[in-house]
Every structure is written in C-alpha cells, then in structure tokens.
C-alpha cells in the first residue's frame, strides 16, 4: 500500500523562519540546482526575512523520516513507471549530494546533470538495466512493467548504445572490468545493484533494488540534515 509522501502544511511566516534557522525544514536538492540556483534560494531566503509573500513552497521535514517510511513507505513509492515522481529526483539528488559518479563513468553525476556542462560532456541518459529489447524476450512488454523506476540508472550516452539490448549478465561483467574492485563495490552501492543482480530474475531486482536506493536516499539526508534521520 502506497504511504502519503507529501501533505500541505500551513507556516506563519515567522515559525517558518525559526524553522530554517534551527535546521529543522530546508530547501530539498530535488529543487535545487536542477531547478533552483544559488542565487536563487539565497533570494528566496531574503524575500522571506523581509516579508515578502513567497506563495507556495515545497520542504523536507527531518521529523517525518522515521522508519517506516525509509524501510516501507519509499520503498512502495517506487514501485512506479513515472518518468518525473518526486522519488527518483530524490534519488537523483542524493547521488548529487554523496558526490557519486554515472554508472560505468569516471564523471559525477553532479557534472552530468549540471546544464551549464552538459554541452562540454558527454550526454546522459536513463538506461534500462535490463534493456527493453532483453525484456521483451521474456515476454515483458507493458511499459509499466519495463520503465519501473528501479530499472533505470544514468550512464553516458555512448555506454546505452553499446548496452544496446543485452542481457545485464551479457554486458555486466565487461564494464565491470573497467574498474578496481574497490572501485566497482563503491559503483554498485551509489546505483543501489543488488550483489548479483545480473543474475536474478527482473521481478527480484526490481524488488531488491528499490531497498537499496531508498538506501541511497538515506544516506543522501543524512548528509544534509546529519546522521540519525528517522532514527
């Protein structure tokens, strides 16, 4: 069962100050830099001290991480085909925040996704862990069962083409040799790969890999608002 992620919460404008200060709310990485820049949220701030109406704002509370929602309520979140859900800007600003590199890539996804680079570096894009092409083949063609979230990662542009439609154990292990293992263990757990995740079944990985990037997600507050969230 599918858990509320977000509620409407009505601030005075000075509770809601006494909150920032005290690091109790803040503005999530999902809005910022992919949608907000520096400046940006240093004005927002300063428009909200001296008054100015500001609207409609969407923040992180620390106190409503517990538990259960790391361990039940994102996990059910991302069982989904959205292709914008606030989950996987979530995880995608966590990668940003743990200084994580694109899957089989020495870039980081921070300099990837940064707009001002992106005409300096390779293109990015979403690719399907277990290709639609390979899907297919085992008879797993509705788009809501191959676009899953937990199907997608971001690699460089010329790896998706050389993945091409192979099967994750068919091309796995030859990127895999690119790194140290060291290098490799680091990789698989920022992309939240399940150990042998090339081997099992699709539904298996979907189900193993979702723990793991609620994980990811985790680890990514904890760097932000500090360890112990939702402890």
């Keep these: 069962m599918s858990a509320t992620l977000f509620k409407k919460v009505d601030y005075s404008l000075a509770k809601l100050i006494h909150d920032i200060e005290q690091g109790e709310i803040g503005l999530p990485d999902i809005q910022r830099p992919f949608v907000w820049e520096a400046t940006k949220v240093r004005d927002l701030f300063d428009s909200m001290y001296k008054g100015f109406p500001v609207g409609y704002l969407l923040f992180w509370s620390k106190d409503t991480l517990s ?82 979230i937990a199907n997608y990662a971001l690699v460089e542009w010329d790896d998706n083409i050389g993945i091409s439609d192979k099967s994750p154990s068919e091309y796995f292990p030859l990127y895999a040799q690119r790194f140290t293992p060291e290098e490799l263990a680091q990789m698989m757990e920022w992309h939240a790969l399940p150990e042998g995740w090339d081997r099992m079944g699709y539904t298996e990985f979907l189900t193993e890999r979702r723990k793991l990037i609620s994980r990811v997600i985790r680890k990514g507050f904890e760097k932000l608002f500090g360890q112990g969230v939702g402890a």
């Design 67 to 148: 538990e259960d929602f790391w361990n039940i309520a994102l996990v059910n979140n991302l069982e989904s085909s959205a292709g914008r859900t606030p989950v996987l800007f979530a995880y995608y600003a966590a990668l940003n925040l743990l200084d994580a590199k694109v899957l089989f890539s020495k870039m980081k996804v921070s300099e990837l996704l940064d707009p001002a680079l992106k005409t300096k570096k390779s293109a990015t894009e979403r690719h399907h862990l277990f290709p639609k092409g390979y899907l297919h083949k085992l008879g797993i063609t509705e788009v809501r069962d191959t676009n899953q």
